[in-house]
């Protein structure tokens, strides 16, 4: 059975990655870019160039958009939406607003074209693996049609619900490292209060019950500041979690937590 013809939009340090698993699967891959040196590493790598979003949504059976926010993937999909062919389908792998997607799932839904909310995590490094998660939203029957695409890239690819599902889970997956991270940086700032050696307590906790992956990220930081690149997108997503869940305790709860760190990473 042939490969579907595979269009990609957002091409930064994880979608990158991402469209690059894609190409070197055999998927006949088309790209748009606004930047001519990313249009230019791909199409050297046997990548097709879009001359326009709505030019890449006509030529392409799938098609994954990994901008940074809601307006960047609004702004897209009017383009690309009125563009894609009947029986095509849409993967969102930004991280927006749930109510975001379950519209952008009604208007591909009224021109028979399947969506999936399918935001990842991993980052760069595990694209570059084919190693993220993808947490996905929409029907059982659009989830089957884009998994061979997400085969190129993940190591495990979950059908939470409808449309929407994959972007809540993805804002309390990344809530809870944030915050903690945020518990990170007050447990190691304990310690100093007692008089304890920094990097020796680190080194301790990486090996004993207080181990987690988001701890072993903040203890390799010199310093909260270190952070800052990283700091506004979990930020992003510890704000949207509060936004659905407005007056909700424990999302209240993990925000807070996460800005004890998220604060200080992004004063510099």
């Avoid at 007692?194 to 203890?219: M, Q, T």
């Amino acid at each position: 059975m042939s490969k579907p013809a595979t269009g990609f939009i957002g091409l930064g340090s994880q979608g990158g990655p991402m469209a690059e698993r894609i190409l070197a699967a055999g998927f006949p891959l088309t790209i748009w870019a606004r930047r001519p040196e990313v249009v230019e590493g791909f199409t050297a790598k046997g990548a097709s160039a879009a001359a326009s979003v709505a030019g890449l949504g006509a030529a392409c059976d799938h098609i994954g958009v990994c901008v940074v926010d809601d307006a960047g993937v609004a702004e897209i999909c009017d383009e690309l939406i009125p563009a894609m062919r009947e029986g095509s389908l849409l993967a969102i792998h930004s991280t927006i607003l749930p109510e975001s997607c379950e519209k952008l799932d009604k208007r591909c839904a009224e021109r028979g074209i399947g969506f999936v909310d399918a935001p990842v995590s991993g980052g760069g490094p595990a694209a570059e693996l084919g190693a993220l998660t993808v947490m996905c939203g929409g029907s059982q029957e659009a989830f089957e049609q884009a998994r061979p695409v997400f085969e190129t890239f993940a190591k495990l690819i979950v059908l939470l619900g409808p449309a929407g599902s994959g972007q809540r889970a993805k804002i309390v997956n990344n809530s809870l490292m944030a915050a903690t991270m945020g518990l990170s940086h007050a447990a190691l700032a304990a310690g100093e209060a007692l008089g304890i050696d920094r990097a020796a307590l680190a080194e301790l906790i990486k090996e004993s019950s207080g181990r987690s992956f988001a701890f072993e990220i903040y203890a390799r930081l010199p310093t909260p500041t270190a952070f800052a690149q990283g700091a506004p997108l979990l930020a992003k997503d510890t704000n949207l979690l509060v936004d659905v869940l407005p007056g909700d305790e424990d999302a209240a709860l993990l925000k807070a937590a996460a800005d004890h760190f998220l604060g200080p990473a992004m004063s510099g």
